[in-house]
């Protein structure tokens, strides 16, 4: 199981937060009156839940009976998030690494830690320092590694308007960070889509 979310209220009120939605898009000029845009506010609220509600999982380990002791790296794994600023989507790849120490981890378990980071409102910085620190905690690894890269759409379709800028973010621990050989294998390995 993994650790509650910061910046999260408990409890979900869909009721109020689909008359809150009708009040939001009819105070901005919607007119919610025809048929074919009665149900915008509920499938707006069942839309933000979705990216809000994280969904848990396990994180299944192995031992590390062949004591592999090089780097495991998942590169690309798809991350869609919401901005906390402005409640909008940023969508990228994260490449996510460690190195193993007595046990490996589960490959799918890196792009279901990411998927359960990103379903919330955040900044990629501390979306990528999450993945990061779960992965330090759960895995008792000698480095882990995280690089992100997404396109904020508050920066791309809104306000300063450069679509295709892309945010990169990074947050290394243990031998990843502090042994320069080991960072800059990772670093070289994440950037070979760029
Ligand atoms: N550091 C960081 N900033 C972000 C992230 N997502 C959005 N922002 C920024 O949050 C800032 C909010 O700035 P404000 O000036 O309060 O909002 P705004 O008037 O809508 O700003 P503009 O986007 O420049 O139009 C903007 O610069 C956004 O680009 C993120 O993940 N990390
Ligand atoms: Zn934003």
Redesign the pocket.
Known sequence: MVTTLEFRRPGVDLRAAEDAAADLLEALGLDLAHESVAATPGRMVRALAEMLSPTDFEMTTFPNDEGYDELVLVQDIPVRSL????V?P?VGVAHVGYLPGARILGLSKLARTVEYHSRGA??????TQRVAEHLRTALGAKGVGVVIE?E?T??SL???RVPGSR?V?SALFGRLRDDAASRAEFLALTRSGR
């Open positions: 901005c906390q600023h402005h909008l940023f955040q900044t990629q910085e501390r979306l997404a904020h508050c920066m809104r306000g300063a945010t973010t």
